[in-house]
Nanobody, 124 residues
């Protein structure tokens, strides 16, 4: 009943910036948690950044100080501002949506809906 669509991926030079966006369509509900995960070739998806229903946020250590996650007032759109991009940031980035039960936002099982992914490639 909920569909997520990511956009904003592409080719970026190292040190550059890129903003990803994710829009949720369909039914909306309370106490939303939204997050970004990424997947490197041959690897499992890993947590990047998440935001809870009350605006609390969390980031994986490798992106702290470089990435910022935000959400609109309706809590149906989430963005990821990526600054000072590095080649190791190259991955498919996925948007995720779930219910905030007060647990850590990096737990993948928290999220029930996933987008199709958008490719981010950082060249040196």
């Amino acid at each position: 009943q909920v569909q997520l669509r990511e956009s904003g991926g592409g080719l970026v030079q190292a040190g550059g910036s890129r903003t990803l966006s994710c829009a949720a369509s369909g039914h909306t509900f309370r106490t939303l948690a939204m997050a970004w995960f990424r997947q490197f070739p041959g690897k499992e998806r890993e947590f990047v950044a998440g935001i809870g229903w009350n605006g609390n946020s969390d980031y994986t250590d490798s992106v702290k100080g470089r990435f910022t996650i935000t959400r609109d007032s309706a809590k149906t759109t989430v963005s990821l501002q990526m600054n000072n991009l590095k080649p190791e940031d190259t991955a498919i980035y996925y948007c995720a949506l779930g219910t905030d039960y007060g647990t850590a936002l990096y737990v993948s099982g928290l999220y029930d809906y996933w987008g199709q992914g958008t490719q981010v490639t950082v060249s040196s």
